[in-house]
């Protein structure tokens, strides 16, 4: 009987710097090291999803330049522009959101049709936000497509979706790097991604404005939930954390390329120690 420890990756909140994963998934199969579970949020969701459900990493990457681009946010939502000039006469409903979800809606659902979590060849954690109360929801059942767009409905950018009772929003307002998902799911070794938001500076729209203060949000939230997890474990956590050395806005799709390479690069650092945890884990088992 094979005493293999079981390997999670966690994907964390970061829009198209996620694609930083597949650089990283190369790293692992090259090496022979398979992931057991996937635990994802927001963008990250997309990737892991798609590496769940089987998809080769260069599969992902044709599907990922036709599915997540600038235009699924060029449509301005035009009744938020209405609520914020009249609000008198157009109220603001439970949430308010400044782009139209049409586009992406529609290029989600082509992507993922009517696959569920039962579709998956490993199993898939994603996680999202219950928009009236904060509290993490975590999705592992049903419709992928409803799952991956709760995940990235980031607020005031596009709307939640009603999901099981839930009004769900954005992974990274509940945790921008669930590691907690893959602790109660016993994995042995946790390689968790992080993405760090470097802030803009330019500015141009209210929109960028919004993206920006999430940005810093997501930094402090990101950097308390490590802290807690590295000090409350009881899992060997590897955190990785892509350096862009620029600033990579939501949609720079045609960066993906070099997001890729960085997360290879970053996979490359840290295999030597990733290795050497799961030979001493095995050895002890062993003795």
């Not at 990756?9 to 090259?30: D, N, P, Q, T, Y």
């Not at 390329?257 to 050497?276: A, H, N, Q, S, T």
Request: glycine residues 8%.
């Amino acid at each position: 009987m094979s005493n293999r420890k079981k390997i999670a990756l966690v994907i964390g909140w970061g829009s198209v710097k996620c694609a930083a994963a597949l650089g990283f998934l190369r790293v692992l199969h090259r090496e022979g090291i398979d992931v057991d579970l996937v635990v994802a949020s927001g963008g990250g969701a997309i990737y892991g999803s798609l590496f769940a459900l089987g998809y080769g990493i260069e599969e992902i990457v044709a599907l990922n330049e036709k599915l997540w681009t600038h235009e699924v946010t060029e449509k301005t939502n035009r009744q938020a522009i209405l609520q914020i000039l009249m609000p008198g006469i157009f109220r603001v409903r439970e949430y308010f959101n400044l782009r139209d979800d049409k586009l992406v809606n529609k290029r989600l659902q082509e992507a993922f049709g009517n696959k569920t979590f039962a579709d998956t060849k490993i199993p898939l954690f994603i996680s999202a936000t219950e928009y009236k109360t904060g509290q993490q929801v975590i999705l592992s059942e049903g419709s992928l497509y409803e799952a991956v767009r709760a995940t990235i409905a980031l607020p005031l950018i596009f709307p939640p979706i009603e999901k099981d009772e839930h009004l769900l929003a954005d992974g990274y307002l509940a945790d921008p790097l669930p590691i907690g998902i893959a602790l109660k799911e016993n994995a042995d070794v946790i390689v968790a991604m992080g993405f760090a938001s470097i802030p803009a500076i330019e500015r141009k729209g209210f929109s960028d404005y919004l993206l920006h203060v999430s940005g810093l949000l997501s930094n402090n939230l990101l950097q308390a939930s490590y802290s807690f997890y590295n000090l409350a474990h009881h899992s060997e956590i590897f955190l990785v954390m892509p350096d862009f050395k620029e600033t990579i806005h939501i949609f720079d799709t045609h960066k993906v390329p070099d997001i890729i390479r960085i997360g290879e690069e970053e996979g490359e650092k840290i295999i030597p120690r990733l290795k050497k945890a799961l030979e001493e884990t095995d050895d002890s088992e062993n003795k």
